[in-house]
């Protein structure tokens, strides 16, 4: 018995192709492939059923419906708002809102779109709390405005499976008459600056002015007492000088007149001669002095040399101390004058020094004895 094979007519082979054509579609309909960012809430014939995780899913074909969940943590703008201040002064504001999904079930459950519910309610919390704030703060307390909008928006969005990371306000912009104002305030505030550093710039260069004016005056009375001790010191040694000068010129000249008499009484005829011993004396000194003789019996005619006395009177063997003390009370100490004027820059207190009167009438002891004997000798 021989089999034939079945022969299907024009009907079955379209029933055939709508039969491989539906277990196409459930196959396609029963793999759902969820990303990796995502969590698909999952429903069968409307009732929830689960989450669907990354991956590969077999659902329900022709009866499942599922909605994505971007899990990663996603941005809101949240539009200009005006709001009125504590202290009656309208502004405006932006900020921006980070949440993230934190339970996708909550989220399709518990509120319709949570994006724009955390938008709306981010509205208004920031005008709410700009409302409580006085302008100054508004303008000043950025950190605190936001602590506040999210903490405001911590609680509801729990509910929603929300969690409010940050919350940033961009702007704050009081209205066109305040910013005039403000600047105006500004410019004021920056002219009264100006104003006082010029003030103290003029007093401090004031302040430096005298300094060098009164170091100058002390300085000038210091050379002029100094140039009077030693003016007054010359005089004394140019006093000295004439006199030993006038002495031996006297001494020439009476030796001078002795010689003419000796040569007179030389011509006469007495051979018996009666000399005064001062003539001797100084003719014996007037030859040593033409011999060049060095001979240590009498001072040689005409010697400048001072005896000890004289000299310590006129404290010449103190020249050169005295010349040295001079210059180094001449010299000005650079440094603690500029240590001085960094004072005064700094508006410190000014440096203690003495008046140029109480310097100079305050001589060193020195010079007082300097003075005495010249008065003395004189």
């Given at each position: 018995m021989v089999i034939e094979p079945l022969q299907l007519g024009p009907v079955g082979g379209v029933v055939g192709l709508l039969f491989l054509l539906v277990v196409v579609v459930a196959v396609w309909q029963a793999v759902e492939i969820v990303d990796a960012t995502e969590k698909k809430a999952?429903?069968?014939?409307?009732?929830?059923?689960?989450?669907?995780?990354?991956?590969?899913?077999?659902?329900?074909?022709?009866?499942?419906?599922?909605?994505?969940?971007?899990?990663?943590?996603?941005?809101?703008?949240?539009?200009?708002?005006?709001a009125i201040t504590r202290d009656n002064s309208p502004v405006t504001a932006d900020a921006?809102?980070?949440?993230?999904?934190?339970?996708?079930?909550?989220?399709?459950?518990?509120?319709?779109?949570?994006?724009?519910?955390?938008?709306?309610?981010?509205?208004?919390?920031?005008?709410?709390v700009l409302g409580d704030m006085e302008l100054d703060d508004?303008?000043?307390?950025?950190?605190?405005?936001?602590?506040?909008?999210?903490?405001?928006?911590?609680?509801?969005?729990?509910?929603?499976?929300?969690?409010?990371?940050?919350?940033?306000?961009?702007?704050?912009?009081?209205?066109?008459?305040?910013?005039?104002?403000?600047?105006?305030?500004?410019?004021?505030?920056?002219?009264?600056?100006?104003?006082?550093?010029?003030?103290?710039?003029?007093?401090?260069?004031?302040?430096?002015?005298?300094e060098g004016e009164k170091q100058s005056n002390i300085i000038r009375a210091q050379g002029e007492k100094q140039s009077q001790i030693l003016e007054a010191q010359g005089d004394a040694i140019s006093t000295v000088l004439r006199a030993k000068s006038a002495q031996s010129m006297g001494e020439r000249a009476i030796i001078e007149r002795g010689m003419e008499t000796l040569e007179n009484i030389g011509q006469g005829d007495s051979s018996t001669f009666i000399m005064p011993q001062e003539l001797t004396s100084l003719v014996g000194r007037y030859g040593q002095h033409l011999t060049g003789s060095d001979s240590k019996t009498k001072d040689s005619l005409g010697s400048l040399d001072f005896d000890e006395e004289t000299r310590e009177m006129l404290g010449l063997d103190d020249i050169e101390d005295i010349l040295g003390q001079i210059d180094e009370a001449a010299e000005l100490d650079t440094e603690a004058m500029e240590q001085e004027a960094e004072k005064v820059m700094s508006g410190g207190s000014e440096p203690d020094i003495k008046p140029a009167e109480e310097v100079v009438s305050e001589p060193d002891e020195e010079d007082l004895d300097v003075e005495t004997e010249t008065e003395t000798e004189e």
């Open positions: 999952l429903t069968v014939f409307g009732e929830y059923r689960q989450l669907l995780e990354p991956g590969i899913n077999f659902i329900p074909p022709f009866v499942s419906q599922t909605h994505a969940f971007d899990m990663r943590t996603q941005t809101l703008d949240v539009p200009r708002q005006e921006v809102v980070y949440i993230k999904v934190m339970d996708a079930r909550k989220a399709y459950l518990e509120v319709e779109d949570y994006k724009t519910a955390v938008s709306n309610l981010a509205q208004t919390t920031l005008r709410a508004t303008l000043n307390k950025r950190q605190e405005i936001n602590a506040r909008i999210r903490k405001e928006l911590d609680e509801p969005t729990d509910e929603w499976g929300i969690r409010v990371e940050s919350v940033e306000v961009r702007e704050v912009n009081p209205s066109k008459d305040v910013q005039q104002a403000m600047e105006q305030q500004t410019s004021a505030e920056r002219r009264r600056r100006a104003m006082i550093l010029e003030a103290q710039g003029e007093r401090r260069s004031a302040v430096e002015e005298a």
